[in-house]
């Protein structure tokens, strides 16, 4: 007789190791990628509904700004941006469906900037930070300052 459950469990294991009952494997990856030349130069495996943040000082300005991404599964998703004050290329109303907090003296813009991708000028002075759950990593220890970098969302098959 316990032989016979054993054997049982055995074959219970072996069924859900079959891919169609298996759970699906995460095969999501938010990559940086130096450009023109197209190598990964960073790489996390993530999921959909994570979070990750870029984190800089404005160039003009000199104040400090932290973008807050969400993986989609259509892409990546900017959902906030907070600064001191606005400055040159940061969010603002103009955008569809985007909504303003002022708090003190922060500002934050809350939006559903979606893109499949995008490109990031390696800052000499910026100190561009991506921050990915427990992984700090400063763009310019990967890259060289004034570089461009796509930051992207890619799906990878099986095996691969």
Not at 63 to 83: A, C, N, Q, S, Y
Not at 130 to 137: E, L, P
Request: net charge positive; glycine share 10%.
């Amino acid at each position: 007789m316990p032989l016979r459950i054993i054997y049982i469990l055995f074959l219970l294991i072996q069924l859900l190791n079959i891919p169609a009952f298996a759970a699906e494997k995460n095969d999501l990856y938010l990559q940086v990628v130096g450009q023109p030349e197209g190598k990964v130069l960073l790489e996390f495996q993530v999921g959909a509904g994570d979070l990750f943040y870029i984190d800089y000082v404005h160039s003009s300005d000199h104040t400090p700004v932290h973008d807050i991404f969400r993986i989609d599964k259509g892409g990546i998703v900017l959902i906030e941006e907070d600064f001191d004050w606005y400055g040159s290329g940061l969010e603002s109303l103009s955008n569809a469906g985007a909504r303003v907090s002022l708090l003190g003296d922060k500002t934050r813009v809350f939006l559903r900037r979606k893109c499949p991708r995008f490109l990031l000028r390696v800052g000499r002075v910026a100190g561009h930070v991506i921050t990915y759950k427990d992984s700090r990593i400063p763009l310019l220890s990967i890259a060289r300052g004034g570089d461009s970098v796509w930051i992207r969302l890619v799906k990878k098959g099986r095996g691969k």
